[in-house]
């Protein structure tokens, strides 16, 4: 996996969001914005892009994405429940066609036994009501944890609910 990779995933996605005409937005905890960087970078991108949010606290995702408070205290920042939360609170914050939102512990700290080192969460919401999560657990260091990471959330953005 390389930052080349994700450019020519970027790009990719930004033609399928402009064929289809949908816009997008992001909600990023562990990438800290790189999902919205890589899709800014391609030229253009201003007509499938509007706005992302990196909420690295759970304040932020409470705040900005309205991420309930009970499920933050029973699942943690980095679950299922949660990047749900996130997603549907993203695409209606951004008023965006789809959303995705990532949560993760990147490291090299704060991992456990029940969620290690290189766990991310992602959810996926479109504008017709379908929310999909799924889990991974990459290996490597910080860098390559989210550098796999915002891979992902573009591919499965790409392939669940892009491509026709």
């Not at 309205?66 to 679950?79: H, M, N, P, Q, Y």
């Not at 490291?107 to 959810?123: L, N, Q, Y």
């Not at 991974?136 to 260091?141: A, E, M």
């Amino acid at each position: 996996m390389t930052e080349k990779h994700l450019q020519q995933l970027s790009i990719d996605v930004g033609a399928a969001l402009k064929a289809a005409g949908l816009w997008v937005t992001c909600a990023e905890s562990c990438t800290g914005g790189w999902v919205a960087k890589a899709i800014t970078d391609v030229a253009g991108s201003s007509a499938w892009f509007d706005r992302g949010f990196v909420t690295y606290s759970n304040s932020a995702k409470r705040e900005l994405l309205d991420v309930s408070d009970s499920t933050l205290k029973e699942f943690g920042a980095v679950s299922e429940q949660v990047v749900r939360e996130m997603a549907r609170g993203a695409r209606y914050a951004a008023g965006a066609d789809v959303a995705v939102s990532i949560s993760g512990i990147a490291g090299p700290d704060g991992g456990s036994e029940a969620k290690p080192v290189g766990t991310v969460w992602f959810g996926f919401a479109d504008k017709d009501g379908r929310i999909y999560a799924c889990k991974q657990v990459f290996s490597g260091d910080r860098e390559a944890v989210r550098l796999q990471a915002a891979v992902f959330s573009l591919q499965t953005l790409l392939d669940e609910f892009l491509k026709k």
